[in-house]
């Protein structure tokens, strides 16, 4: 937009240097004309929407609704696709699995939005890291997590991680002894726990005072994110009283959270000098610091270079940040609504018990090896998250090209948000979709009579 208001004024400059009145009343209604015409002809591209106002497009009218409700109604009245102003960004949602499967697989579909908030992260990490460095990140974890275990398949070094944790959930439970607790705190550590174990091989025990502060700071972040929402959008807003202080706690937040992760990357880089370690690597952090070593001692021209022009152990740290950040939630909610699911569709619980009763003894514990016999504890889960959404909007992605759908055109550089709670209600792939029905997750009919 800045670049089009320079070309105008150097335009505008060049017509008053005209001779006569006439030429230039002329031009400066042919370049009125020309820019009406361009205008319309950029909106009339764009997939339709709603009216914004000038500056803010349609952040006045978001009155505080989470976002992906207000998505999710305006995917209503306009469809599929539709394009909306937030602030000086561009924005288009996508509501069907055919577009975001079109627009995902394009190769100039994985940046990111350059907006304040999200550019606290420096572009580290794999949330909000792009090309090079997000590619080679994307690709480096998906090999080391199959390494590790990270797969559906019984007797994984990751499942016995898990596997511990269940042990001790289940002895903490009993030890409540028939009083209702929270199991929102008690998953969240062991949740939390295969999340570290995985990461750098540790765990918080029972009241760690390390766990409690971590809880505190996520907690308070989502809190702060929320106050300081419309800056990502306009800029000005981080200007108002109070906003700086607000994003002043957001930094001194992450930089706590990001000093946890940091200390144990330290540690470990110490604790391998000291030793000899040319063993299988014990976690994901032995992973990255094996690459690091291996790349150090190669010629430059054979280096794949894992961490192109950044700091490693920023990448390292914000790699585990952002790992947290995308398991603990997600993971957490989930067990929460299965939860809830099971208190709610009573004839779905006995469902499942009797699929527990069929296949696992009394005092046995269930593993990954019965996955496979008990489809339709996994239908439940499947559905519990489709139902409840656990995460309504996929994360934001910038197109670095213009991208064509049917007679639409999405300009380079717009935001593009997912709507996956809008995904999971499509009439068309799940009928009835406001029912929690986990059969329809199963292709053949499953009998549990008594055998
Ligand atoms: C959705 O639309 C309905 C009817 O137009 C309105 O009453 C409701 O407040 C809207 N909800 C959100 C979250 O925008
Ligand atoms: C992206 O895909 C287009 C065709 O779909 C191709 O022409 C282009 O070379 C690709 N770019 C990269 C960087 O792979
Ligand atoms: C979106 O808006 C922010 C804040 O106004 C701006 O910095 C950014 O460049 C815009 N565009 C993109 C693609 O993020
Ligand atoms: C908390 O973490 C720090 C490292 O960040 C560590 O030095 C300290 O021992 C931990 N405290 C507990 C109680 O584990």
Not at 208 to 214: A, G, L
Not at 418 to 438: H, T
Request: proline share 6%; hydrophobic share 40%; glycine share 6%.
């Amino acid at each position: 937009m800045s670049s089009n208001a320079l070309y105008y004024c150097l335009v505008v400059i060049a017509i008053n240097y005209l001779s006569s009145d006439l030429l230039r009343i002329f031009a400066y209604s042919t370049l009125l004309f020309w820019i009406i015409f361009k205008n319309i002809r950029y909106y009339k591209s764009l997939p339709p929407g709603p009216w914004g106002v000038p500056f803010l497009g349609i952040l006045p009218f978001m009155n505080k609704r989470p976002p992906h409700l207000v998505y999710l109604n305006m995917s209503k009245q306009y469809g599929d696709v539709f394009s909306i102003q937030m602030g000086s960004n561009l924005t288009v949602c996508l509501g069907s699995t055919k577009l975001m499967k079109e627009f995902f697989s394009r190769n100039d579909s994985t940046d990111r939005p350059n907006t304040p908030l999200n550019n606290l992260l420096e572009g580290f990490g794999i949330i909000t890291s792009q090309g090079a460095l997000w590619k080679r990140q994307r690709m480096f974890l998906h090999e080391k997590f199959r390494a590790l275990g990270v797969k559906l398949w019984p007797n994984t070094r990751f499942e016995k991680s898990i596997s511990m944790e269940i042990d001790e959930l289940i002895a903490e439970l009993q030890e409540s002894d028939g009083v209702p607790v929270n199991p929102g705190y008690l998953f969240g550590r062991h949740i939390h726990n295969v999340i570290c174990q995985l990461m750098m091989n540790y765990r918080f025990q029972a009241d760690d005072k390390n766990f409690t502060m971590f809880n505190e700071r996520v907690i308070r972040g989502m809190q702060l994110f929320g106050l300081v929402l419309f800056g990502e959008h306009v800029p000005a807003y981080l200007k108002l009283p109070g906003k700086m202080e607000v994003l002043n706690e957001i930094k001194r937040n992450l930089v706590d959270i990001s000093k946890f992760h940091g200390d144990h990357v330290v540690e470990r880089i110490k604790q391998r000098a000291n030793s000899a370690h040319n063993k299988e690597p014990a976690d994901l952090l032995d992973c990255y610091l094996d690459k690091l070593d291996e790349e150090n001692s190669m010629d430059s021209n054979d280096k794949k270079n894992i961490f192109p022009d950044v700091d490693p152990v920023k990448q390292i740290v914000q790699v585990m940040n952002d790992l947290f950040s995308a398991g603990m939630d997600t993971s957490l909610t989930s067990l929460l609504w299965t939860c809830i699911m099971m208190l709610k569709n009573p004839e779905a619980a006995e469902k499942v018990r009797s699929e527990l009763r069929k296949f696992v003894a009394v005092g046995e514990k269930v593993t990954m090896a019965h996955r496979l016999q008990m489809p339709y504890i996994e239908a439940v889960v499947l559905e519990t998250m489709r139902v409840a959404s656990i995460v309504p909007l996929g994360t934001t992605h910038v197109n670095s090209k213009d991208w064509k759908i049917g007679k639409y055109v999405v300009p380079a550089g717009t935001h593009i948000v997912p709507l996956i709670n809008k995904m999971n209600m499509d009439p068309e792939i799940y009928p009835e979709p406001e029912l929690f029905k986990p059969e329809r997750f199963i292709k053949d009919e499953i009998s549990y009579g008594p055998s």
